[in-house]
């Protein structure tokens, strides 16, 4: 193309090879997510120990070329295209200054791993490592067992992975409609300290929506707790007398509220 250098059009070193989340999915909206994504990906050890140091980290598709954003500040012409939104973004985004993270190339560089669980964490993620350090479960004459060690074994009813999202959406004037996502993994059931069962509660994911209008009166509400029917339970404990029997204390599926609030003046 006249008038055009070929450096804009071709990277010297061919197409850019790389990973994007896809945005329109809602466990990628939270920039936290995303950023803590990136923090665990160690470039530094896959690129050595995968493909023999052949790829150099790229900043974009134009990376490398003279319309690539690294290192430069963003121009007049970005902010008025941008308007409002580039207040929107990060500073260093805005000044250029922004780079990837670098690891150490062990490809478990704790330093951005933490990094990562506190993003995740901020985001209503948390990761739970409960393991008891010591100890002997003692029994007794009706017990599963006597003198059974519990080093090393997961703590009851404590689970590895747990996800706490909210959203909510001005849907016209006065009226929200917002939704609740609880999510836990598998977590060993109650008295079973020695993790010997071999039955866990199960995980599971709860969805609730909640459509709120106000009136200069008041507000009303409707909602729905369990929107996909959820069979779980959140509470079970092993049975002291018999080997592998569990009790199970089941909640309650989909259901249907309204409410009514009033002002008194």
Known sequence: MKGYSSKVLISPSGSPCALAFNTRRKIFEDPRVREALLQLFD???????????AYQRTYGYYSGSELSSKGQPMSDGEKAILGAAADK?????????YALPVSDGSGQDRKMLRK??????????AYTDAKFREGVLPGGPFAIGSN???????????PEHKLNLGLAWEIAARTRLSAALTA?????MDNDEPN???????????VDLK?????GWGRLAAAVSNLFDEQYYTYAVRSQFVADR????????????ATLELKLD
């Not at 993003?119 to 209503?124: D, K, V, Y």
């Not at 836990?184 to 060993?188: A, E, G, P, V």
């Open 184 to 188: 836990l993994s598998k977590q060993i």
């Open 89 to 97: 973004l990060r500073a260093d985004f805005k000044d250029g200054s």
């Open 196 to 206: 010997t069962l071999g039955v866990q509660l199960p995980a599971y994911a709860v």
């Open 211 to 215: 459509l709120a209008r106000d009136f």
């Open 43 to 53: 470039f530094e050890w896959a690129n050595a120990n995968l493909f023999g140091g």
């Open 116 to 125: 990562a669980v506190s993003l995740l964490t901020e985001a209503g993620y």
């Open 148 to 158: 059974l060690s519990i080093v090393g074994k997961r703590v009851p009813l404590v």
């Open 246 to 257: 569990y009790a199970v204390y089941p909640l309650p599926g989909r259901s249907l509220s």
